[in-house]
């Protein structure tokens, strides 16, 4: 018998794929703009940074 997952149960999983990809895409960007020597890259960054910690934030 399949039974189906609660709605705050998928809610978490969902958010939980969000802030892995969301902190590898600032990974990714720290890299390139220390390899680049880009401000812009490293500022956006930053700018998801604070995404990544607003997507934490709504976890808990």
């Known amino acids: ?3 189906r997952a609660a709605s705050g149960e998928r809610t978490s999983k969902v958010l939980r794929f969000s ?3 969301t ?3 600032i990974a990714l960007l ?3 703009g220390f390899r680049a020597h880009s ?3 490293l500022s956006e960054a930053g700018h998801n940074l604070s ?3 607003a997507l934490l ?3 808990f």
Do not use: K, N, P, T
Request: hydrophobic share 75%.
């Open 39 to 41: 401000l812009a890259l």
């Open 19 to 21: 802030l892995l990809v």
């Open 51 to 53: 995404d990544f910690l």
């Open 30 to 32: 720290v890299f390139a």
């Open 57 to 59: 934030l709504s976890l």
């Open 23 to 25: 902190l590898g895409y």
């Open 1 to 3: 018998m399949h039974m």
